[in-house]
């Protein structure tokens, strides 16, 4: 099965213990790899197979509060500081 290239820049940067947090989150889901992550340009860019798994990966990234750009959600201020 050919992979997928998914590159998704989300709606702030992060830190390093984010990073961290994000990878490990993201590699859980069945058939992502090589997932590499940018906390200064709020950049997460990885490999899939399936469609459905960059579903998976935006509902991850949203719930730990790095919805991806363009994506409304509800602002408040935690939201606005480190998920760590």
């Excluded at 997932?35 to 719930?63: C, G, H």
């Amino acid at each position: 099965m050919k992979t997928g290239f998914a590159k998704i820049p989300v709606q702030r940067s992060f830190c390093d213990g984010c990073s961290t947090k994000i990878g490990q989150e993201l590699l859980k889901i069945t058939n992502i790899t090589n997932v590499r992550l940018y906390p200064t340009d709020a950049l997460v860019i990885f490999n899939f197979k399936r469609a459905n798994e960059v579903s998976d990966a935006l509902n991850t990234l949203t719930a730990l509060g790095f919805p991806p750009q363009g994506e409304k959600i509800r602002q408040t201020p935690l939201s606005i500081t480190c998920a760590c």
